[in-house]
């Protein structure tokens, strides 16, 4: 069965085809882990150097350029890797260039209007702003690099560009150390990725073009408005979670929240590496064998479940000197967070195997229905928690939602599916 228009890629070997996912699913985790290395070595580097005043001015620059991601993601790199995934080259390198030089555009405009506040503020915080201005079209094209090359199953690149910037930011580190300034250590972050950006147009071949942006922002308008509001989405819900914590229960306690987030750490990055290629995966299975998507998105989603629930269990069988060698005087009250903190993992990455099915089969308006969905409950969940029971109330509301936030994912997928059955139209067969 195919859809009208639609050509369906036949399907390789059963056996070649496994070894082919594998293969890309580890690049995938490679490539994130050498992305979360470096992030943390900045982080732990930048924090020992400046001191717990000047971190907090470098973090809100941390902050805004995390949403700010979110922004070109979901109108540069999200609709490339739903709609040019496993397509022939020509075709990539097409909607490549002009998806690069959407994100590069989100980073200019973006930066200049962080460069004019910066400047208009003044002072310490004012100059990370205009700092970041400068940085973030560097910052924003390394990443699309990134998902281009996912998108085309070559993840060697992307873990190879990813380690060109950590190798560039180890002596920008050492020379912003000489300075001891914020605005040091946010230069040899930004530049560093600069360098690998400037990398991925020698890696790929392909030069951005900014001026096809207008023209890819039309011709994805579907998508990439909708993936722009639910990654948004996303970024939003946590922070008014963080906040309103500290309001209701005190910052001791976001503080406490943080810490059981952190336990997890290792396995949220091991979830972070296989988001680089699910969508892209789940994306060929439909072009492939699209009677497969729900069997492939179902088994993906139980993985990680299962795998965030192992991962829990360890940490519960964590002998208390381990844990507080690694959070100090935090592990006392993270610890008691541990199963709560669990369980929400446990239903997000649930979810995440209906979310790329989604993503797959282009259906942005029930995406973005579950994620506004799943968005709003998390923050219920979680400051209806704290209002009741505190701390832990807080952990186990956002478990509980999250739990039923999955649900709505799988029905929407569900829905999804039979849809497109229902529009199918029997394969024309020529004797």
């Known amino acids: 069965m195919t859809t009208e228009g639609e050509t369906t890629t036949p399907a390789p070997p059963a056996g070649s085809a496994r070894r082919a996912l594998a293969g890309r699913l580890s690049w995938g985790l490679a490539d994130q882990a050498a992305s979360s290395l470096s992030n943390f070595v900045v982080g732990i580097y930048v924090a020992r150097s400046l001191g717990p005043a000047a971190f907090g001015v470098f973090s809100l620059a941390w902050v805004t350029y995390g949403v700010v991601l979110s922004v070109a993601r979901g109108l540069a790199t999200d609709p490339l890797v739903v709609r040019f995934s496993g397509v022939p080259d020509a075709s990539w390198r097409g909607a490549v260039a002009r998806s690069s030089g959407t994100a590069l555009g989100v980073g200019a405009?973006?930066?200049?209007?962080?460069?004019?506040?910066?400047?208009?503020?003044?002072?310490?915080?004012?100059?990370?702003?205009?700092?970041?201005?400068?940085l973030l079209p560097g910052l924003l094209l390394q990443d699309a690099w990134r998902y281009a090359f996912f998108a085309a199953g070559t993840g060697r690149k992307a873990f190879v560009n990813d380690l060109v910037w950590g190798v560039a930011l180890v002596p920008a580190l050492v020379v912003a150390a000489r300075a001891g300034s914020v605005a040091a250590y946010l230069l040899a972050w930004g530049g560093s990725a600069a360098v690998a950006?400037?990398?991925?147009?020698?890696?790929?071949?392909?030069?951005?073009?900014?001026?096809?942006?207008?023209?890819?922002?039309?011709?994805?308008?579907?998508l990439g408005y909708r993936y722009l509001v639910e990654n948004v989405g996303v970024s939003g819900a946590s922070q008014l979670r963080a906040y309103g914590l500290g309001a209701i229960v005190g910052v001791g306690a976001v503080g406490v929240v943080r810490g059981a987030e952190l336990l997890l750490g290792p396995f949220l990055a091991l979830l972070m590496g296989l988001s680089l290629v699910t969508v892209a995966e789940a994306a060929r299975v439909l072009r492939r064998t699209p009677h497969r998507l729900g069997r492939f998105c179902l088994l993906l989603g139980g993985a990680q479940a299962v795998a965030a629930l192992l991962w829990g269990a360890a940490l519960l069988l964590m002998p208390d000197r381990l844990g507080a060698l690694v959070l100090g005087d935090v592990w006392g009250s993270a610890s008691a967070l541990?199963?709560?903190?669990?369980?929400?993992?446990?239903?997000?990455?649930?979810?995440?195997g209906a979310a790329a099915g989604l993503r797959a089969l282009a259906a942005a308006r029930r995406s973005l229905r579950s994620q506004l969905f799943a968005s709003a409950c998390?923050?219920?969940?979680?400051?209806?928690?704290?209002?009741?029971?505190?701390?832990?109330?807080?952990?186990?509301?956002?478990?509980?939602?999250?739990?039923?936030?999955?649900?709505?994912?799988?029905?929407?997928?569900?829905?999804?599916?039979?849809?497109?059955?229902?529009?199918?139209?029997?394969?024309?067969?020529?004797?």
């Open 109 to 134: 405009t973006v930066g200049a209007a962080c460069l004019a506040v910066g400047l208009a503020l003044g002072g310490s915080v004012g100059t990370a702003f205009a700092c970041l201005g400068v």
């Open 197 to 222: 950006a400037v990398y991925g147009c020698v890696q790929s071949g392909i030069r951005p073009r900014p001026a096809g942006v207008r023209a890819w922002l039309r011709d994805h308008r579907d």
């Open 338 to 352: 541990i199963v709560p903190v669990t369980l929400g993992v446990a239903g997000a990455g649930l979810g995440t």
């Open 378 to 431: 998390y923050v219920i969940g979680g400051l209806g928690g704290a209002a009741v029971a505190g701390t832990s109330g807080s952990a186990w509301g956002v478990a509980a939602v999250t739990v039923t936030a999955s649900a709505v994912w799988w029905l929407q997928l569900r829905s999804a599916l039979r849809e497109r059955r229902q529009n199918s139209i029997p394969e024309v067969r020529t004797s």
